[in-house]
């Protein structure tokens, strides 16, 4: 771990240049190679999120080779990066998957945004590939999978910490309204959050839920205020969907306070925000307003790699990013390369401190680390400052 980590931190300042697609791995020194293939969504719907998600895994690949890569027995390896381009639709990532893992026969996999995440893991599953994946369904699908890792945690941990997270920020409220869209996602969660309002001291007093592909909210929300919650609790996938919520809950008026799930505190400036918002982006590091050393790196480091000084959606950036140490780590620990049950034991062994603080692999194979939530105190008016919330100790 320790030389990992030394190796990461020299590395962070030896950069190369952007590619548009295919194989890349950054400098590929004199040893084998291992491949990892990479689910794409740079274009389409998801494409906002698809690009900082790729280009910072390329930057990750790029910094593990440039600082060695792995030693497995002996034997020196660094990694390539096998891109498929789904075009941010389902058939798109069934064809990838099939195209990576049964023609390709790569035993990793990374990528897959939204309801990606299932149809790639109908394929990498019964072939034994590892597959991280940053799809918020993602975790909604854990129990039927041995081989998906859900970067951006379980369901039980995000539920509880979404409740957690009103309680810090908002100490005095007691109701929460919730709005949002009936899909996969929420159908994975909503137990967890149910049970975490229960522990945190919250009462879900009504639940306003639409179809995918709702554009008037106004009246889910009108339905929802009669339940006079403390708290409008907004469940999205961020973007569009947030800026309808909130310009709607502005006319409206249905609550104090909001808090937003999948939802950045830049999203809820943009769109007008009127009352304070506290969002959570699934991700353990401030980076709208960076202070840690190591997130500004980061950012430094993405921004000369892309040759742009625009990061657009930029908590996507650590969706994948630390995920790509931890399975040097575990590669290097269980000496091999394609035996993905041992690299899969020693994915749940690690404790990793990324740029994301301290990370660990459950049991049911979600990421679990702390939360940095960022506020809107007076809403759009507001700087964004941030809160971390923490799981609770084992």
């Not at 026969?105 to 019964?126: L, N, Q, Y």
């Not at 708290?231 to 569009?240: A, D, I, K, P, Q």
């Not at 140490?325 to 049950?341: C, N, P, Q, S, Y």
Request: glycine share 10%; hydrophobic share 40%; with cysteine.
């Amino acid at each position: 771990m320790k030389k990992r980590l030394a190796a990461f931190a020299a590395a962070l300042v030896v950069l190369g240049s952007l590619t548009a697609c295919g194989d890349d791995g950054g400098t590929a020194g004199n040893g084998q190679t291992i491949p990892i293939g990479f689910v794409s969504t740079r274009s389409g719907l998801y494409s906002t999120y698809g690009i900082p998600v790729y280009n910072s895994s390329r930057l990750a690949v790029e910094q593990l080779n440039d600082a060695g890569g792995v030693t497995v027995n002996g034997q020196k390896y660094t990694f390539t990066l096998e891109e498929c381009e789904t075009r941010s639709e389902d058939t798109g990532a069934a064809s990838c998957a099939n195209e990576l893992v049964k023609d390709k026969g790569v035993k990793i996999v990374f990528g897959g945004i939204a309801t990606e995440a299932p149809v790639i893991m109908r394929v990498t599953d019964p072939s034994k590939t590892i597959f991280f994946s940053a799809a918020g369904a993602a975790a909604a699908y854990l129990k039927e999978t041995n081989y998906m890792i859900a970067t951006l945690g379980t369901n039980e941990w995000r539920g509880e910490a979404e409740m957690l997270g009103i309680r810090q920020m908002y100490p005095d409220a007691e109701t929460v309204g919730i709005v949002g869209i009936n899909d996969a996602s929420w159908q994975g969660i909503e137990e967890y959050l149910e049970a975490g309002a229960d522990k945190h001291g919250l009462e879900i007093v009504d639940k306003a839920l639409v179809q995918t592909g709702t554009t008037d909210f106004s009246s889910a929300l009108t339905s929802l205020k009669s339940a006079n919650p403390d708290v409008l609790f907004m469940f999205s996938s961020g973007g569009e969907v947030t800026s309808q919520v909130i310009k709607a809950a502005n006319e409206l008026d249905v609550a104090p306070v909001m808090f937003g799930h999948a939802a950045s505190c830049a999203e809820a400036k943009a769109a007008g925000i009127e009352t304070p918002f506290v969002g959570n982006t699934f991700i353990g590091a401030n980076m709208e307003a960076p202070t840690d050393p190591k997130v500004k790196q980061l950012i430094e480091d993405y921004q000369e790699f892309t040759k742009s000084d625009d990061i657009e959606n930029a908590y996507a950036l650590l969706w994948n990013y630390d995920y790509f140490f931890m399975l040097a780590d575990a590669i290097e620990a269980a000496g091999t390369t394609t035996d993905t049950d041992k690299i899969m034991d020693h994915l749940h062994d690690l404790t990793y401190e990324g740029v994301e603080g301290t990370i660990t692999v459950d049991e049911n194979n979600g990421g679990i680390f702390g939360f940095e939530m960022c506020e809107l105190a007076k809403g759009a008016s507001s700087a964004i400052e941030y809160e971390r919330v923490e799981p609770p100790k084992p």
